[in-house]
T-cell receptor
Framework: QVQLEQSGSELKKPGASVKVSCKAS????????LNWVRQAPGQGLEWMGW????????TYAQGFTGRFVFSLDTSVSTAYLQISSLKADDAAVYYC??????????????????WGKGTTGTVSS | DIVLAQSPATLSLSPGERATLSCRAS??????LAWYQQKPGQAPRLLIY???NRATGIPARFSGSGSGTDFTLTISSLEPEDFAVYYC????????FGQGTKLEIK
């Protein structure tokens, strides 16, 4: 079945870096965009941006430029989110989510039809 | 940036009742709006896209309406499993979410 499997919880110190993985299965990885969404403890959803899995071109939402990097390894159908110079307020659950696709229509990839279970990131000294 | 404001923040209803959730955009998003449901400890689930289209497998009691800046998610008769947090999201410019409406059991 179609699924996105995310890497496990991370505990990092302020200033460190973290790399979260998201492995796709059950569908052709390069045929669907991949979004990243953050959810701070007890808070709502924040769209971080998306990556074109065909070209590797990332697009970052406002507030997620500079320290955040989306990347791919298409040979293993996996997307990555790397966050550098971690701060306390980076503590959150990070979700990867597949962008929806409707044949012949554009820009539906912002809608997310398959989600990973989330990766919890904790930042503490 | 397009801001989505959801109301009410919390809605208290009983099973069997009708739920009406609102999402208002700071500028027109045409019909480019989706609704998601999130239960505690779970990832969100896509319910409605392009304002009124149910996603695959979503029960008919969920319906969406609206265009421009004002949108509504209606749950015609609440089931126990419908109590959750609901988010709207626009795709007109980027993919921002509203702050959510918590639907709780009265």
């Amino acid at each position: 079945q179609v699924q996105l499997e995310q890497s496990g919880s991370e505990l990092k110190k302020p200033g460190a870096s973290v790399k979260v993985s998201c492995k796709a299965s059950g569908y052709t990885f390069t045929s669907y965009a991949l979004n990243w969404v953050r959810q701070a403890p007890g808070q709502g959803l924040e769209w971080m941006g998306w990556i074109n899995t065909n070209t590797g071109n990332p697009t970052y939402a406002q507030g997620f430029t500079g320290r955040f990097v989306f990347s791919l390894d298409t040979s293993v159908s996996t997307a990555y989110l790397q966050i550098s110079s971690l701060k306390a307020d980076d503590a959150a659950v990070y979700y990867c989510a597949r962008g929806m696709q409707i044949p012949g229509r554009s820009y539906y990839f912002y809608y997310m039809d398959v989600w990973g279970k989330g990766t919890t990131g904790t930042v503490s000294s | 940036d397009i801001v989505l404001a959801q109301s009410p923040a919390t809605l208290s209803l009983s099973p069997g009742e009708r739920a009406t959730l609102s999402c208002r955009a700071s500028q027109s998003v045409s019909n480019y709006l989706a609704w998601y449901q999130q239960k505690p400890g779970q990832a969100p689930r896509l319910l409605i896209y392009d304002a009124s289209n149910r996603a695959t497998g979503i029960p008919a009691r969920f319906s969406g309406s609206g265009s421009g800046t004002d949108f509504t998610l209606t749950i015609s008769s609440l089931e126990p499993e419908d109590f959750a947090v609901y988010y709207c999201q626009q795709r007109s410019k980027g993919g921002t979410f509203g702050q959510g409406t918590k639907l709780e059991i009265k």
